[in-house]
Structure formats: C-alpha cells, structure tokens
C-alpha cells in the first residue's frame, strides 16, 4: 500500500495506490490520523483512483470523523471502488476538490 500526502493550501490531498485491506488499514491510518490530529487540518481530499479495496475497511469513517470533529470537510475522488458513496462527499478529481474548498 503505498500512501502519498501533500498539503497545499490548507488541503491535505491522500493520494492511496494498491490494496487497502484489514491487514494494512492500520499502518495506513496511522499515517494520516497523526498528521490531522497534530497540524489541526479542515481539509482532506483522498485519491482513490488507484486504490482497490478488500472487505470493509473504516479508514474512510473514523478519518470522516476528526474531520469533523476539527468543522473541516472531507472529499473522495476517482472513486470507482466499492466505497459506500451516500457517506461521503465524491468529487470528479483533485482540481475540482482544491477549487470547491478554496472557493
């Protein structure tokens, strides 16, 4: 699973290419919860359109939270895996994310 993260602009921008399963969600969630919690980010659009996931996974979900929880917001784009998509706000692609939340 590889985990790629920029921040421009207040946006923290997750880009995941591989498999995301119960075995790495973890690692992966790790990741990006330290660097939420810590820098106080409002703003996080993930990449999923070279990601492929297997079984239910909650990375989605409790990052959904802390954004939340921070009166931020959260994007999926690229989506065209089997995330529930009435959960989450999806997007068409990055440009149109960092254009919405810097509107």
């Known amino acids: 699973m590889d985990v790629n993260i920029e921040f421009s602009k207040g946006i923290l ?3 995941l290419k591989g498999i ?8 992966t969630l790790d ?8 820098g106080g ?5 993930f990449n ?3 990601l492929e996931i297997n079984g239910d996974v909650t990375l989605f ?3 959904n939270k ?4 921070n009166d931020g917001k959260m994007l999926i784009c690229g989506l065209k895996n089997n995330i529930d998509t009435y959960s989450y706000e999806c997007i068409n692609d990055e440009l149109s994310a960092f254009k919405l939340l810097t509107a």
């Open 48 to 50: 999923t359109e070279k």
């Open 13 to 15: 921008f997750v880009r």
């Open 41 to 45: 980010i409002r703003y996080l659009v």
């Open 20 to 27: 995301l399963d119960k075995t790495n969600e973890n690692d």
């Open 31 to 38: 990741k990006i919860f330290n660097i939420i919690k810590e």
């Open 61 to 63: 979900d409790k990052c």
């Open 66 to 69: 802390i954004i939340n929880d």
